[in-house]
């Protein structure tokens, strides 16, 4: 009867595929009513315009959104990279380099999730996969983008850790209880995440 | 196992209606208790036109989706028994089968008409010559001949999208189509076209139908047969379709689980009470969801105590943006609403004026889709959360203490049958559940004023009777009910006055659509659009990324200058580009002021700020990392306005060879964009309906704002998930997909690339001999 070929753990389907490009489009449309807001946000930061990477988690979370919720290899990168190319039809402040930025925050937090062998999705990988993304995208704007190569050399270093707490805050906690809120809604039905939030917030699975 | 594109080619050319045999067959999804379909025997002779219908939970959807070969049997669900199409095995998929399901948004997968058509077809690997054929001939049976094939499929009605999603069934020219609630999410004058356009549809086509309805007047006269299923047991009916109208035993039955068998209304109490106090009245006013959009006709009402009014019209008469503005969520755009001053005490008599917390206490909105008024993660807490934030007039004192506001839980619990379900999250509660508890969470903060959207739409007959019950209450109450709706048995219920809206001649200058970000948006007939979208990306990338490696003004300024000298290319003035690349320009002078602030000083210090300064060299680096951010940002606009995302998806995949389903995946997604963007602006106004908005910290302002973008997220799930199954049952995936667009690279293409590549090389040239070449790794 059961023709239909089992898929394993690391196999996309169809659902995930579609569920993942949902999850960046909308990523965008937060995107897109964060930076009416964002403007007068660092307006603020002003006076310390380094202070604004301490906000730019939330262009980090899709990465680690998305891998939380179809735990699969590639999602972070898949969802971080469709995201910024969504910034970037959009008309993005960074033209293509946002490409370029989406790539290296979606290997961030790839690289955590490859680390635990895309078997665990806890708080504490979520918190490292968000930190992480965070890190690689300070990196890269600091010194291989050179967005902020003016800056003084502890004022770079401070760009990459704020970058890094923003991601582990925003695109590491904040997901990790979003990704729970909504397996209770049970819109996660047809994907691997759908108990999320019955699982422990350490353990294993 | 995947479907080879020849055996769909050589069965498509048979041209007849395939037959289901079904034995002892059922089906277990992953962590439900109980089977969703436990032993079906039936047959189902090709060509047969079959009504299924049966109570909620009956598993309808399931053989459906089982018959369209989308579910899949893994370690957490299992099948049991038989289910055949054709004499082979349904899970097998070796026939195109045709699906559509209730959300018209979600049946629609491409952004150009005539892509979309295609797009079944595409992934059976149909010929694309056959396809490019079809589609004309497809979209003349469903009545869309008229449409140009590149409109977007975006501003289509919702029975045009169904329509539509029909034709793309035809070009697959399926042997079987499977409708599950057609027409139940599109508005009345919709639902004749569309059932015209399938049942000539498999009457040419000689295609089996199924059809899964729980209103059956538009399709009781026209089918072979009726199916009624029963929740775990199978087949229980199996009647000539007379039978809908004559026999009285089975008209009982199914009226009594829900079905709307033919003439049949539910009996409600009279209301029987007389007008009370005036409440709230209008004058002129013109209602109008921003100041670009379109205006209602004006507007003369006047709202009782104890009195209904139902708002009718055709689509696009403004309904709903009027309902809203009666309800204090847009602020009027002419005319005057006024509330009497037993509704505002002493607070200003302009709805729009007041906190939530005071809105709710006094007018109550429902929106047509409960789910975007749920707030909180249980029943109960949902029916406790407007009294909770309910405020006296004028000022922060609540008007409810906690065990008014428990009685008042307990008591809505109890009349709205919910008491069982108080902990369970209102996500999870079945489609009507979810409608009366919507109701109920407004009701729970005793508005006098209650406004409701479609209350009735897409509703069983058990739902209908149950809301119509709750506002005869109401009304009975004293409460003054306003809705919006196309059902004349639900005003004739509530014995409501009836205001006829018009749509509103005098709109010229003004638009329908609400402004968001759109991706594919109509790019006129200028030169760039003509050429590949890989080498106008790939010429934009060469100008721009060889900036990164450097900080220097000479360089940007190349670009920059390149770009404007290319604007006729794009078709752009300078006053449109200037329009699309403000907040580029924006964004690169905010760069440079930082970099000014904290970039590394050198030369005359011109203003120190205590730890930070800015210096003549700190200046002359802003500047030039200001320029550099424009220069890598502005010539992004020459490609956006001349490129589509389909096309430069198809070249991404086709040329590239981008993984095909990864990349329509995306574009899939994409199209969902404005969708999600419209219902992030529903979700503003359904929260303050509900008392959220009435925040007085900034940690709520935040939590307030997050709890948003979760209930975003949950819709863009929920579509997701409608949007796989259609994208599956198209056969997305199954194998090699054929492309009616096909991608060329012309010397024209090589050009453009070509001088793309020799701009970045000589603007980094330009640099290196004005001696500015900075690199950035050192």
């Known amino acids: 009867m059961n023709v239909a070929p089992a898929t394993t753990r690391a196999q996309w389907r169809v659902v995930d595929i579609v569920v993942a490009s949902v999850i960046a489009v909308a990523s965008g449309v937060i995107f897109w009513a964060w930076n009416a807001g964002y403007g007068i946000v660092s307006l603020a930061f002003v006076a310390f315009p380094p202070g604004t990477a301490l906000l730019s988690g939330l262009w980090l979370f899709p990465a680690v959104l998305g891998a939380l919720i179809i735990r699969k290899p590639g999602a972070a990168l898949y969802c971080e990279l469709l995201a910024a190319i969504i910034s970037a039809l959009l008309g993005s402040q960074w033209g293509l380099g946002v490409l370029i930025s989406g790539v290296i925050q979606g290997l961030g937090a790839e690289v955590i999730f490859v680390a635990f062998r895309y078997r665990r999705w806890n708080l504490p990988v979520a918190l490292l996969a968000g930190f992480m993304t965070g890190i690689f995208g300070g990196i890269g704007e600091a010194y291989l983008m050179g967005y902020v190569a003016e800056y003084t050399e502890a004022m770079k270093l401070f760009h990459v850790f704020a970058t890094g707490i923003s991601g582990l805050i925003i695109a590491g906690l904040l997901t990790w209880l979003a990704t729970r809120a909504l397996a209770k809604t049970g819109a996660l039905g047809a994907l691997t995440s759908r108990s999320a939030h019955l699982e422990s917030p350490w353990g294993r699975v | 196992m995947s479907t080879t594109s020849a055996a769909h080619t050589a069965e498509r050319t048979s041209g007849r209606g395939l037959e289901i045999l079904a034995s002892d067959f059922g089906w277990h999804h992953a962590e439900r208790e109980v089977p969703a379909l436990h032993g079906l025997n039936v047959q189902i002779p090709a060509g047969q036109k079959v ?18 070969g989308v579910l899949e049997a893994d370690e957490r669900q299992i099948a049991t028994g038989v289910l055949k199409i054709h004499q082979q095995d349904a899970f097998a998929r070796k026939f195109p089968v045709g699906l559509m399901q209730q959300d018209p948004e979600t049946q629609i997968v491409q952004s150009r008409v005539g892509d979309d058509v295609a797009f079944g077809a595409e992934n059976l690997g149909i010929a694309p010559e056959v396809i490019r054929a079809r589609i004309p001939q497809v979209l003349k049976e469903v009545g869309l001949g008229d449409l140009d094939l590149a409109h977007r499929t975006q501003e289509l009605s919702g029975g045009q999208k169904q329509r539509l999603a029909l034709a793309g069934i035809l070009a697959m020219n399926p042997g079987l189509m499977l409708l599950d609630e057609p027409t139940a999410n599109i508005d009345p004058a919709g639902i004749e076209p569309l059932r015209d356009a399938v049942l000539a549809a498999a009457n040419t086509t000689g295609a089996t139908l199924i059809v899964v309805e729980h209103r059956l007047q538009a399709w009781a006269k026209h089918v072979d047969r009726v199916l009624v299923l029963a929740p775990g047991g199978g087949i229980v009916h199996d009647l000539d379709p007379q039978a809908l109208f004559d026999d009285e035993k089975i008209r009982r039955e199914l009226a009594a689980s829900g079905i709307w068998v033919p003439g049949f209304v539910p009996v409600t109490e009279p209301v029987g009470t007389s007008a009370g106090a005036q409440l709230l009245t209008a004058v002129e006013l013109q209602a109008s969801r921003g100041i670009h959009a379109e205006r209602t006709q004006p507007v003369n009402l006047e709202l009782h105590a104890s009195r209904a009014l139902v708002v009718l019209g055709e689509n696009g008469a403004g309904k709903s943006t009027l309902a809203l503005t009666l309800g204090g969520l847009l602020e009027p755009a002419s005319g005057t609403l006024e509330v009497s001053p037993q509704l505002s005490q002493g607070q200003g008599n302009d709805p729009f004026s007041w906190r939530a917390g005071m809105l709710v206490a006094r007018i109550g909105t429902v929106f047509q889709e409960p789910e975007h008024q749920f707030v909180t993660q249980s029943v109960r807490e949902e029916l406790a959360f407007a009294p909770t934030r309910a405020r006296l007039a004028g000022s922060q004192q609540d008007q409810f203490d906690s065990q008014a506001v428990e009685r008042r839980v307990e008591e809505l619990l109890e009349r709205l049958g919910l008491t069982a379900l108080a902990d369970a999250n209102p996500f999870t509660l079945s489609g009507g559940e979810k409608r009366r508890l919507s109701v109920a969470t407004v009701l729970a903060a005793s508005p006098d004023v209650l406004i409701l959207d479609e209350p009735t739409f897409g509703q069983d007959a058990n739902t209908w009777l149950e809301l119509a019950t709750i506002l005869i209450e109401e009304l009975r109450s004293g409460t003054s009910v306003v809705a919006v709706t196309h059902d004349a048995d639900f005003a004739r219920a509530l014995e409501a006055s009836a205001l006829h809206l018009t749509r509103e001649a005098d709109n010229a200058g003004r638009r329908i659509a609400v402004q968001g970000p759109m991706l594919d948006a109509p790019l006129g007939r200028s030169w760039l659009t003509k050429i590949n979208p890989l080498a106008k990306l790939g010429a934009v990338a060469a100008a721009t990324l060889p900036l990164i490696s450097t900080i220097d003004g000479v360089s940007a ?34 760069a440079a002021w930082g970099i000014a602030l904290v970039g590394e000083d050198s030369g005359a210090t011109l203003i120190s700020l205590g730890i930070l300064s800015i210096s003549e060299g700190s200046v002359n680096a802003g500047i030039a990392t200001g320029l ?21 998806g198809g070249a991404l995949a086709q040329q590239l060879k981008v993984p095909h389903r990864f990349v329509l995946g995306a574009l899939a997604g994409m199209r969902l964009l404005g969708l999600l963007v419209e219902e992030f602006t529903t979700l503003t106004l359904a929260r303050r309906a509900r ?49 009616v667009r096909s991608a060329t690279f012309t010397l024209r293409d090589a050009a453009v690339l070509t001088v793309g590549i020799l701009l970045g090389s000589a603007a980094i040239g330009a640099a290196l001999w004005a001696g500015t070449f900075n690199l950035v790794w050192t």
């Not at chain 2, 009504?51 to 369209?68: E, F, M, Q, R, V």
């Not at chain 2, 300024?557 to 403000?582: D, K």
């Open chain 2, 51 to 68: 009504l299924l219908l049966g109570a909620s939970g009956a598993g309808k959807s399931t053989l459906l989706h089982a018959l369209a």
């Open chain 2, 557 to 590: 300024c190349v670009i920059i200058g390149a770009t404007l000298l290319a604007l006729p290319l794009a078709g752009l003035s300078v006053g449109r580009f200037l329009r699309r690349s403000w907040p580029l320009i924006i964004a690169g002078a905010l």
């Open chain 2, 628 to 648: 550099r951010a424009m220069a890598l940002a502005v010539p992004t606009v020459l490609l956006l306005s001349s490129t589509n995302p389909s096309d430069l």
């Open chain 2, 691 to 739: 008392g959220v908005g009435d925040l007085r910290s900034p940690i709520q302002r935040v939590k307030a704002k997050l709890g948003q973008v979760l209930a975003l997220l949950v819709q863009a799930l929920r579509r997701a998930g409608r949007l796989a199954v259609t994208m599956e049952a198209k056969g997305f995936g199954t194998g090699t997909r054929t492309w």
